[in-house]
């Protein structure tokens, strides 16, 4: 403890304080906090002004948040965090899918369907016909599976993002698999889009030169009993942001030709116009 708080004792002074902390990791965690913090402070030396601007900042991301806008996920998931943390939280043999962040539009229910139900309520895109088989790592079929998707339409929007424009539960679906552990929908195929710019967290993107765009995918969540769930996504191979995902979160196992078909016989079978779009995703699941 001191009575004279300086520049050269600060980061010691603050430290000190939580000598006593009862929640070893509550300890742990403030005093990184602290530490890289005035690092931070003493690394780039903000003016006065500076300082208050960020703290308006963080004010401003806060107001932006309601039930329909996580901004705070936003700015965790541009700053690569929330891409770290589900790295570091899901490391799995290199035979299981990889997981990826879950973003902000995972915010209603999905409503369940039989598989080969048409997810796209809209009426409007690129037919597109998703086929998938949820296994094991050794490649066992799982079968009572439930795989869980959602994804924007073909300008880029959920439809928490149109209301009253897009139906409600548009381009959402919960499959459930087959005794081979097999499940398929029709949808539409998936455009890029931008995060939200009228928020904070976009104009601060804009404002680092970045552009503010994720690549053309589609979200799931496949589950199974007795099994780690996996939260990831498939990402559009040939994407002009593939490279350059705004939120960091494309992993190169996740990246799918979406194959362009022209065959009336099978656009009959899959009940979609032809030509039309397809792609098949394995979900490789870790037992508990």
Known sequence: MTRNFTEENATAEVLSRYADCPDPR?????????????ALIREVEPTTAEWMQALEF??????????????????????????????????????????????????????AYPNGENVARHGS????????????????????????????????????QKPGE??????????????DGSFWFRSVLPSYYPIPTDGPVGKMVLASGRHPNRPAHIHFIGMAEGHEPI????????????????????????????????????AAEYGVANPFYHVHNTISLVKN
């Open 26 to 38: 509550l300890k742990e965690v403030s005093e990184a906090i602290v530490r890289h913090l005035h």
């Open 58 to 111: 963080l004010t401003e991301v806060g107001q932006k948040c309601d039930d329909v806008r996580q901004e705070f996920i936003l700015l965790s998931d541009v700053f690569g965090v929330s891409t770290l943390v589900d790295a570091i939280n899901n490391r799995k043999p290199a035979e299981a899918t990889e997981s990826t962040v879950l973003g902000p539009f995972h915010m209603v229910e999905s409503p």
């Open 166 to 179: 897009l139906p409600d539960l548009n381009l959402r679906g919960l499959f459930t698999t087959e005794e």
């Open 125 to 160: 895109g690129a037919p597109l016909v998703v086929t998938g088989t949820v296994t094991d790592l050794d490649g066992k079929p799982l079968r009572q599976a439930k795989v869980d998707i959602w994804q924007a339409n073909e300008d880029g929007f959920y439809d928490v």
């Open 231 to 266: 939260t990831s996504h498939l990402f559009v191979e040939n994407d002009p942001y593939i490279e350059s995902d705004v939120v960091f979160g494309v992993k190169e196992s996740l990246v799918r030709e979406f194959d362009l078909v022209d065959d009336p016989v099978r």
